[in-house]
């Protein structure tokens, strides 16, 4: 089931040099630590000023996405499916 979330989460990334975006690893949410064991997408989209980063992942068999606040900063935790 989908369910909707947003709210902030910590995320541990990977900068990279020469990758086109940060590399998710991990993120903790509702205090729990969720490893990322597969990016399955990653697009940007604009919003007047502001530039997200949307990830698409999988930590198991639960899928979730994510966004990333690129002026703030900030990620979130849009959604989660946990019935696959």
Same mark, same amino acid.
Request: glycine share 4%; proline share 4%; aromatic share 10%.
């Given at each position: ?9 910590? *995320?541990? /990334?990977?900068?990279?040099?020469? *990758? ?5 690893? *991990? ?10 064991? &597969? ?16 990830? *698409? /992942? ?15 900063? &900030? ?10």
């Amino acid at each position: 089931m989908n369910q909707e979330i947003r709210e902030p989460i910590d *995320a541990l /990334v990977i900068y990279r040099r020469g *990758a086109p975006h940060p590399l998710l690893r *991990a993120f903790r949410w509702n205090q729990h630590r969720y490893d990322v064991t &597969q990016i399955n997408l990653v697009h940007s989209k604009r919003v007047g000023e502001t530039v997200y980063l949307c990830y *698409a /992942v999988s930590c198991g068999s639960d899928h979730f996405d994510i966004r990333f606040n690129t002026s703030r900063n &900030q990620w979130q935790l849009e959604t989660m499916d946990t019935s696959r």
